[in-house]
């Protein structure tokens, strides 16, 4: 507890955008929050007053980290699941809990656990051989999908595989399905200890080069049908894997319903757009569910709201101030957030939203200021 304000610290393990926001969030609620960081330079501890730095392998330093916190979460998912336990058994209250956390950082154990439930997901095999990768693509079409069992992101750990392609070496897989996908969708929920829920809106997510560029709030043209069943997966399951905090539920939209892609027990990039577009942000939501606060109201704030990310573009050209400038004075509508790092080409360095009646207009107005982020041009 702060002793200065009689209000709980959180201790968020990361140190990357996702604290950054979260951050923010806990500014506008009075709360402290703590940040275990990696590097000054993270974007968090760019800004946050309470860092300590640390390794989130490390249970020592997770232990030091943890000590006067009221409740420890995190801005991914790397932290290893014996160190997770470790912390609960010492008396430290950590959302999510380890037998939570598995599913979101362990591919195999997710398809399992989805599959036991009777949740949508493709077909999929564990795969140790070329052999094996062989007998399933001619079960299932090819090419098939090769994931890395834990670590991948961002398009990261991701193979389309064909029959002769050989395996990536070193790494455990499990092959699945490659989906006929009508699009891609999200739904995210909160969820508290006490078991209280609340699910945003579906969102419409559009990926190039495996990254997430753009997300349109709610799914257009989606039946309303399609999107309540949505909802209600998202929050049967995080009910199902007693999740506490936010829970990303990536879906692919297909001829007759959903089927689940992944998941992160985190605020997530399918979500940025909830800052200025919910009227509740994922990031405090995040903090209400940690906290066992009640859930704050999910609706829009707008018809339309669209998050584009910015990513690092090529080196020269306008500085980052100018472009902001010439920004705000074409589209003074336009919400920026950057998170604080170093530029380099592809990479996400922050996002921007902007808000609406029409979807198509507000769609093109954060595609032209996102390019204008990152080309200056």
Not at 278 to 305: C, I, K, N
């Amino acid at each position: 507890m702060d002793t200065r304000t009689g209000l709980p610290v959180v201790g968020m393990v990361g140190g990357g955008q996702l604290a950054r926001m979260t951050h923010q969030a806990a500014i506008a609620l009075g709360q402290s929050l703590r940040v275990l960081a990696a590097s000054p330079e993270d974007g968090a501890a760019l800004v946050a007053a309470d860092v300590q730095y640390g390794d989130h392998t490390d249970l020592a330093a997770l232990r030091t980290f943890a000590k006067g916190c009221d409740v420890v979460t995190f801005d991914h998912e790397h932290v290893p699941t014996e160190a997770v336990r470790e912390l609960a058994a010492s008396g430290v209250a950590v959302h999510p809990g380890a037998d939570a956390l598995v599913y979101a950082q362990d591919k195999r154990a997710m398809r399992e656990r989805l599959a036991a439930l009777g949740a949508p997901v493709p077909r999929w095999r564990p795969i140790g051989s070329a052999d094996e990768v062989r007998a399933f693509g001619a079960e299932v079409g090819w090419p098939v999908v090769g994931k890395a069992v834990r670590g991948g992101y961002d398009g990261r750990g991701v193979w389309m595989l064909g029959p002769d392609d050989p395996l990536p070496p070193g790494v455990e897989l499990i092959a699945e399905e490659r989906v006929p996908l009508r699009r891609e969708l999200a739904v995210q929920v909160a969820r508290s200890p006490f078991g209280q829920v609340a699910a945003y809106p579906v969102v419409e997510t559009v990926q190039q080069g495996g990254i997430c560029v753009e997300v349109l709030a709610p799914a257009p043209d989606l039946p309303e049908a399609l999107a309540v069943a949505a909802q209600q997966l998202a929050i049967d399951i995080a009910t199902a894997l007693d999740v506490v905090g936010m829970l990303a539920v990536e879906l692919f939209e297909v001829d007759g319903g959903l089927v689940v892609n992944e998941l992160a027990m985190r605020p997530h990039n399918s979500g940025h757009w909830t800052i200025e577009g919910a009227r509740t942000s994922q990031f405090e939501q995040h903090l209400r569910a940690v906290l066992d606060y009640p859930m704050g109201e999910t609706a829009l704030t707008a018809p339309a709201v669209v998050m584009a990310n910015v990513l690092g573009g090529p080196p020269g050209g306008l500085g980052i101030d100018e472009r902001l400038h010439h920004l705000f004075a074409t589209d003074p509508g336009a919400k920026v957030h950057l998170y604080g790092k170093q530029v380099r080409p592809g990479r996400k360095i922050g996002h921007v939203t902007v808000l609406g009646d029409d979807m198509d207009d507000v769609r093109a107005r954060a595609a032209r200021a996102a390019r204008w982020l990152q080309e200056g041009a």
